[in-house]
């Protein structure tokens, strides 16, 4: 049972290192704090908020994803090397489909709410 509980200490320290190297965690953090409160403010209904979870969480796990990938290519590559430059674009580019996948999302849930509050 203490290993199990071992792991979740690794997984903040992963996510407590993310945040503190990686500004774009951070502001994709800060963004997701002030959605949640935009959704309580618009009192979403419980399908919204699963779908706002779930892009939320999706933008977070793949910058994470992200900086796993540098940091590891970062270690096997620490010189400059095309091909590693290539695997870093590509993990970029999964953070940046996840970010408009979720940017439309809250687009097509929150638009017409706020649209009628106002």
Request: charged share 15%.
């Amino acid at each position: 049972m203490k290993k199990f509980f071992r792991g979740f200490v690794f997984a903040f320290n992963g996510i407590k290192y993310t945040f503190k190297t990686q500004l774009n965690f951070r502001v994709h953090c800060f963004v997701a704090i002030v959605l949640v409160g935009l959704c309580f403010y618009l009192e979403l209904n419980k399908a919204e908020w699963l779908w706002i979870i779930t892009a939320m969480a999706i933008v977070l796990m793949a910058e994470l994803a992200n900086t796993a990938v540098e940091t590891l290519v970062d270690l096997v590559s620490p010189e400059y090397n095309i091909k590693a430059g290539r695997i870093k674009d590509i993990a970029a580019a999964l953070v940046l489909i996840a970010a408009v996948t979720a940017l439309s999302i809250g687009i097509l849930i929150l638009l017409p709410k706020v649209n009628h509050a106002s």
